[in-house]
């Protein structure tokens, strides 16, 4: 069981504190602080904090989602442990007690959202599996008849089942917009043997995952990994398969031909979508009642998923 009354309690308190927006661990040296999480370098590892920052349009907003970085972390966690036999992965422990002896007395910015994992030589490519035709794939359809030069058949409808799914790579960007582009370009930045092989990886684990999802009634849309080199094997890094990363619809209220009803961060790009906003910084603060009805979307998607 993944799910619990204590769970539950801390909920309740988590909801009453403000999101926790950035870590702060002393003298141990920051690696990268990226749009949700901050990651600190501990020599051969890294400690991996998920923040309750929230990105959408890749500009992050000025306020958070309290609690949102442990329920990412918590899926994270259930998905490492359910896709073990299809590919290794970077996390080492999220058991704090098993941290090194500096870090326990920042265990209150490290329970529940953080991550003890492996460095390894990160693959600078968004490894995007998509299942359904939507956000950038429908967009990019509408204009070339094609999704990241993957030709498609002609009248598909937005959010229109794509089989087989396919591979969309995009670039990897910290700062700014991550980019669409082709598998060709993609050998271009990545040796085309390795580009394959991610390819094949990225395919394999979404359709595991989308087939694990549905039958928990809900649909896995899209999905985007890392994946980085240790010692010339490929492992699986970041998080995976969280509202952040993916798109999960109710699979009760699914229709194409239209938007669907979602359990990730879609809500907020709908609400931003509402406002007079260019998409660049600064970013608008989200309403209370926007924060409130994200975090009830994640914790869903959550409690469906994981039971």
């Not at 790579?169 to 930045?189: L, Y």
């Amino acid at each position: 069981m993944w799910r619990s009354q204590t769970n539950t309690q801390a909920e309740e308190k988590e909801d009453m504190e403000a999101a926790l927006m950035e870590t702060d661990l002393g003298d141990v040296p920051v690696f990268a602080r990226g749009k949700v999480r901050d990651v600190y370098d501990l020599g051969e590892r890294l400690l991996i904090i998920a923040t309750d920052r929230i990105s959408a349009f890749d500009v992050i907003m000025p306020n958070g989602i309290p609690g949102k970085g442990k329920l990412l972390t918590e899926m994270s966690l259930f998905w490492f442990e359910k896709i073990e036999g299809l590919v290794k992965h970077h996390l080492i422990s999220a058991d704090v007690d098993a941290y090194p002896a500096e870090l326990q007395k920042y265990r209150d910015q490290l329970e529940g959202r953080s991550m003890l994992v492996v460095k390894a030589d990160r693959v600078d490519i968004e490894c995007v599996g998509r299942g359904y035709l939507t956000g950038s794939g429908w967009k990019d359809y509408g204009k070339t008849g094609s999704v990241c030069g993957i030709p498609l058949p002609q009248g598909l409808q937005e959010s229109a089942r794509l089989e087989p799914p396919i591979f969309t790579p995009a670039t990897k960007a910290d700062i700014g917009h991550d980019e669409n582009i082709s598998f060709e370009q993609m050998c271009e930045v990545v040796n085309p043997d390795l580009a394959e092989k991610l390819k094949q990886l990225t395919l394999d684990i979404y359709a595991s995952a989308r087939s694990f999802a549905e039958g928990k009634g809900i649909i896995i849309a899209d999905t985007k990994f890392e994946f980085g080199l240790m010692d010339g094997e490929i492992i699986l890094i970041d998080e995976i398969l969280s509202p952040d990363s993916s798109r999960f619809w109710d699979q009760e209220t699914y229709a194409p031909g239209r938007g669907q009803d979602s359990f990730d961060k879609q809500f907020v790009r709908d609400y931003l979508e509402t406002l007079d906003w260019d998409k660049t910084p600064p970013a608008p603060e989200l309403p209370e009642e926007i924060v409130v009805n994200t975090l009830a979307k994640y914790r869903e998607a959550r409690d469906r998923l994981l039971g």
